[in-house]
């Protein structure tokens, strides 16, 4: 078993940045590809970011190109998404994936394909 913990959200203005943190623990000595979705109120989850278990592919939704970045420390157990120049619409529950192997199966499998959650962590952006 893998248990992620979601950190860094909280409340910012519209243009501001906020860094997530993805704390992963237990069974940690498997690889795993990370990914990061969101859930605004009344609307389905959806894919933010992911990055290969290495760390030299990064996947992002159209919509947070140029602003979000993904990445990692393996040596920490730490995944990253920096989110900069964010928007209202940018405001949901951010959620912690992880996928078993090195790479991140995308497109409209990537959910079913998690293997772990983590509990999410609330965006807030005002305008």
């Known amino acids: 078993q893998v248990q992620l913990a979601e950190s860094g959200g909280g409340l910012v203005q519209a243009g501001g940045s906020l860094r997530l943190s993805c704390a992963a623990s237990g069974r940690t000595s498997s690889r795993f590809a990370m990914g990061w979705f969101r859930q605004a109120p009344g609307k389905e989850r959806v894919f933010v970011a992911a990055i290969s278990w290495g760390g030299g592919n990064r996947d992002y939704v159209d919509s947070v190109k140029g602003r979000f970045t993904i990445s990692r420390d393996n040596a920490k157990n730490t995944v990253y998404l920096q989110m900069n120049n964010l928007k209202p619409e940018d405001t949901a529950v951010y959620y912690c994936?992880?996928?078993?192997?090195?790479?991140?199966?995308?497109?409209?499998?990537?959910?079913?394909?998690?293997?772990?959650w983590g509990k999410g962590t609330l965006v807030t952006v005002s305008s």
């Open positions: 994936a992880a996928q078993y192997g090195t790479s991140w199966v995308s497109g409209a499998a990537s959910t079913n394909r998690v293997d772990y």
